[in-house]
């Protein structure tokens, strides 16, 4: 886990993350949660979430984590990929008519 989260990998990174918390680490782990949610990783901000509630992170984090996961969500959109969407969602209610 720890290659493929270093490469960029953001399920790696939460892996890691749930790995730390079994290890009672909840400080890394949090930290790993940070960096897979701003990776655009939903999972990631419902543990933050939950670390959160349970007082293992800051609120400070969790509205990072809620940024980070929003910014990387906008960045993924383009008007290219939603026309490929709306293109291939047309051809498939033809296809099965």
Do not use: P
């Not at 993350?17 to 999972?43: C, P």
């Amino acid at each position: 886990f720890e290659r493929a989260a270093m490469q960029g990998h953001a399920q790696s990174r939460h892996n890691l993350a749930n790995w730390e918390v079994q290890k009672g680490n909840n400080d890394r782990a949090v930290r790993h949660l940070l960096i897979s949610a701003k990776m655009g990783d939903d999972n990631s901000v419902d543990n933050i979430k939950r670390a959160f509630e349970a007082g293992f992170a800051t609120k400070d984090q969790y509205a990072k984590a809620l940024k980070g996961y929003q910014d990387a969500v906008e960045e993924m959109k383009s008007h290219d990929r939603d026309e490929a969407k709306r293109l291939r969602n047309k051809k498939t209610r033809i296809d099965s008519e």
